[in-house]
């Protein structure tokens, strides 16, 4: 991404201070960017090592409410342990994706 897109998201992100909407706000611009069907913002409980959803595109309210990965597990918990941006054009050709019973398609993940 060029420099202007980043600066239109951390201008849109300043214009609210809230960390929710601030959250949903990046989360729209970054997938709408990316051009990818699903999306998530996870953020870290250090106390049990576990992410949670904050911000989401194209998921189910029951991923977002009970999606907890650890650390080191799966895409997101791999993410979070490499501290590496992953765009993934394939999910189900991926081997770090673990299928929750037709939750996801073939699509794109961000």
């Not at 997938?31 to 699903?38: C, P, Y």
């Not at 597990?73 to 994706?97: H, M, T, Y």
């Amino acid at each position: 991404m060029d420099t202007k897109i980043w600066n239109d998201i951390i201008r849109d992100i300043n214009a609210d201070l809230e960390l929710e909407s601030c959250l949903e706000t990046s989360m729209d611009k970054i997938a709408g960017l990316s051009d990818v069907e699903m999306g998530s913002l996870m953020l870290l409980d250090k106390e049990n090592q576990e992410l949670s959803i904050r911000a989401a595109k194209g998921l189910s309210q029951d991923i977002i409410e009970n999606a907890r990965p650890k650390i080191g597990e799966g895409i997101s918990g791999w993410v979070a342990q490499s501290k590496e941006p992953l765009l993934i054009k394939d999910i189900e050709k991926d081997k770090r994706f673990r299928r929750r019973g037709g939750n996801y398609h073939n699509n794109s993940l961000l």
